[in-house]
């Protein structure tokens, strides 16, 4: 018998389901909810479409943009603020080429992690459960767990520092507010992924229009922030480097590659040639913009506050604001709304990869409130004790660099497998790219670890 294949969507295009005839009896079919796909180890074979599949339309193309512009939010939270601004203020147009490499690698692991989801049906912490030894899955687990705290601690203090700027608010009491409105973002992702899909690409417009309000009211000029795409070697020292590896923990964030393979799982069935060209223009539109939006942060920074007295040692989000609004009002009210606007919608999509990995290592939910209660902790107890923001906000950008690894070496071991992925299995050239992203990551945690010790 003839291969066949058929798939279907719901009318909302949140629903991706493929029946598979292998000719041997074998179906496979998969959909939202789907962890178990059987069929996927076949050699050669894809599960996505036909490798000859074309006709990309305007609708079915829309339908697969949303994944993406999810992740993206994880590239503009307030941890990009806080390294962006202290980077620009701090060292000046010098880490520009920080931030474009950082985005570049981004973009590459994005497209790694969408393609895993639609290749297979199922998340990369789903795949870790299935494929790993019960200690490689323990060990995922609890660095995942951190990697989602520290992640929200960086959303809530972001957030409840825009809250306190704008209205007075006292941190803690912003933090519980952030955490609240948080967990309506959560429960739409529980319940409707389409509709939260669109919030965040939502989210993410507003926030970058804000970045090009604040580009315009700075007058950043386009040739200073050119200068620094050549690394120089005599601008690296401590902090220089400190900065360095934050904003790469800002700009590649490990749970944004947990929850993009999850969305994209949901379209697993999809024509070959929608999927394909639907992904590429997905991460590609995404990415762009939150690459573009982290250069415009670091460029106001350094335009408006490198070298200015006061601003050569540790640069607050408060003193940021206050700068920024001695130079324009304007300026300064739309750098705290967009701060504001990232938090909250960033906390909602690190819920929601911490859901993603209690689901898919260890086969088990909890409660959304509960979910919420336990990754907010740290970001409440940071502004109830009264450490100062940015410093905190910083250091958990650190630390989120070292969780990296844990999530793109496992990827880079999928995405290559025939076994696994069919003919969506990438080449070797894409294998020594991202193996090289992580090989620098890795150098970078340890040579700031040879710094701190």
Known sequence: MSQARRAGRT???????????????TTVASGVGTSEVSGAGTPGASSVGTPGASGVGGRPLLRMLGPAF??????????????????GATEGYSLVWIVV??????????????????????????????????????MMWVQAELVCMATDLAEIVGGAVALNLLFGLQPALG?????????????????????????????????????????????????????????????????????????VGATVMPHAIYVHSALTARLHGTARGVAAHGQRTDVGLAMTLAALGNL?????????????????????????????????????LVFLVALLLSGLAASGVGTYAGQIVMRG????????????????????????????????????QVVLSFGIPFALVPLIRFVRRVDLMGDWAVGRATVLAASGCAA????????????IL
């Open 11 to 25: 009318a909302g295009g949140g629903l991706a389901a493929s029946v598979v005839d292998t000719g041997s009896g």
């Open 70 to 87: 999810v992740a993206a939010i994880a590239y503009v939270d307030p941890g990009n603020f806080a390294t962006n601004v202290s980077g």
């Open 101 to 138: 490499a950082a985005s570049g690698a981004a973009a590459l692991i994005q497209f790694l992690a969408g393609r895993l989801g639609l290749a297979t049906g199922r998340d990369l912490c789903t795949l870790v459960r299935e494929q790993g030894r019960p200690w490689q899955v323990a």
């Open 175 to 247: 933090g519980l507010l952030v955490v609240g409105l948080s967990y309506a973002v959560t429960a739409l992702a529980d319940r409707r992924q389409v509709r939260f899909e669109r919030l965040m690409a939502l989210a993410l417009g507003g926030v970058l229009v804000a970045f090009v309000a604040a580009c315009v009211l700075a007058k950043v000029r386009v040739g200073a922030v050119a200068t620094g795409l050549v690394p120089s070697a005599s601008d690296i020292d401590n902090t220089y480097l400190t900065l360095a590896i934050a904003i």
């Open 296 to 332: 415009v942060l670091l460029g106001v920074a350094a335009a408006l506050l490198h070298g200015r007295s006061g601003f050569s040692g540790d640069v607050t989000l408060a003193d940021a604001h206050h700068a920024f609004t001695d130079a324009s009002p304007l300026l300064g």
């Open 361 to 396: 290592l260890l086969r088990r939910s909890v409660p959304t409130v509960l979910r919420r209660g336990l990754t907010a902790l740290p970001g409440l107890v940071v502004l109830c004790v009264g450490m100062e923001p940015t410093k905190a906000l910083v250091a958990s």
């Open 440 to 451: 620098v990551i890795v150098a970078l945690n340890c040579l700031l670890l040879v710094q």
